[in-house]
Nanobody, 124 residues
Framework: VQLQASGGGLVQAGGSLRLSCAAS????????MGWFRQAPGKEREFVAA???????YYAASVKGRFTISRDNAKNTVYLQMNSLKPEDTAGYYC???????????????????WGQGTLVTVSS
């Protein structure tokens, strides 16, 4: 599976962006898809994930502001980001994995495939 993330950019605080992650391959619908982010000098952290059945999971820091969704017909997962804050500034990475149980959905080592990342910069 190859993943291509896009949609990052520069936005003012309070603004919105929608990230997309396009996947190659026929088995997209069988994968759990996740978004992680990494700011300079910080560790990669979980943002959101959606399992094959549509169950969505969010980090506490983004819950209520970000929405993850997937379109299996287009082999694409989205991350709608609203009410952006300067602390959301980071490189955002999409990831795919199979047979990830809900208790491990936020663990980056459970994902087998990673995209190249797209940069989100939120100015104050």
């Amino acid at each position: 599976v190859q993943l291509q993330a896009s949609g990052g950019g520069l936005v003012q605080a309070g603004g919105s962006l929608r990230l997309s992650c396009a996947a190659s391959g026929r088995a997209f619908s069988t994968y759990a898809m996740g978004w992680f982010r990494q700011a300079p000098g910080k560790e990669r952290e979980f943002v959101a994930a959606i399992r094959r059945g549509g169950d969505a999971y969010y980090a506490a820091s983004v819950k209520g502001r970000f929405t993850i969704s997937r379109d299996n017909a287009k082999n694409t997962v989205y991350l709608q980001m609203n009410s952006l804050k300067p602390e959301d500034t980071a490189g955002y990475y999409c990831a795919a994995g199979q047979r990830i149980i809900s208790s491990a959905i936020a663990t980056h080592s459970m994902y087998d495939y990673w995209g190249q990342g797209t940069l989100v910069t939120v100015s104050s």
